[in-house]
């Protein structure tokens, strides 16, 4: 559990109190319920991370909604995009391990998380992980029309473990994930993907392997 649900759960609790003591005590079911839906949106889930040489894992779970080809400073590079609903866990976990390179939170607008403008437009973290074999990786959190807050937990110098957690989009958002072309990409528009736990692709390994 995310400390933010307990906060929130609690605060709700108490207006619920207020309401049952100075008014119609029916009333304090509203925020009675909504504190259970905080708590159980902020849940932070257990995963079984992949040990699998060079393997990306999803940093949240959802929908994968894109895949495909960009540029990025004149050089190709393959972009994996997941749409979180209200109703998927927010708690985002680091694609692979390495060390975080540079981090960079850019303001902006809050456009539906499905609509691709919203990944160079919106409100977003960008973070950049060099991988234990040296391969660039851009992890993407994206807000979209409810989301309203992002929340990264590292700094650049940091090392993180696969599947380590790493932060937090509050309600409905995007996630991308930008990887180096000879990354071998296991997933497909619809499917969906657990965060941590679900491989999106494999990178070559320091041995040639893929």
Same mark, same amino acid.
């Given at each position: ?89 927010? $708690?985002?976990? #680091?694609?692979? =391990? /390495?060390?975080?390179? !540079?981090?960079?939170? *850019?303001? %902006? ?40 807050? $992002?929340?990264? #937990?590292?700094? =650049? /110098?940091?090392?993180? !473990?696969?599947?380590? *957690?790493? %932060? ?43």
């Amino acid at each position: 559990m995310i400390r933010d649900g307990i906060y929130y759960a609690l605060a709700l609790v108490v207006v619920a109190v207020l309401i049952g003591i100075w008014t119609t005590p029916s009333l304090a079911i509203v925020p009675l319920l909504l504190a259970a839906f905080f708590l159980w949106f902020f849940r932070d889930p257990e995963r079984a991370i992949p040990s699998t040489p060079g393997a990306v894992v999803s940093p949240a779970d959802g929908k994968v909604t894109g895949v495909s080809t960009i540029q990025i400073e004149g050089e190709p590079r393959t972009s994996i995009s997941i749409f979180l609903n209200v109703f998927n866990v927010h $708690v985002n976990r #680091s694609p692979a =391990a /390495g060390v975080i390179s !540079a981090v960079e939170y *850019r303001h %902006g607008k809050y456009l539906n998380a499905m609509n691709p403008a919203s990944a160079e437009l919106n409100e977003q973290n960008i973070c950049t992980l060099i991988t234990e074999d040296g391969y660039p990786i851009i992890f993407k959190q994206i807000a979209g029309l409810l989301a309203r807050r $992002v929340v990264f #937990s590292r700094r =650049a /110098g940091d090392r993180v !473990a696969r599947g380590e *957690r790493i %932060g937090l989009i509050k309600f409905g958002s995007r996630c991308d994930v930008i990887l180096p072309v000879s990354a071998k990409v296991l997933v497909e528009v619809g499917n969906i993907v657990k965060c941590g736990s679900s491989t999106l692709a494999v990178l070559p390994t320091a041995q040639g392997e893929s």
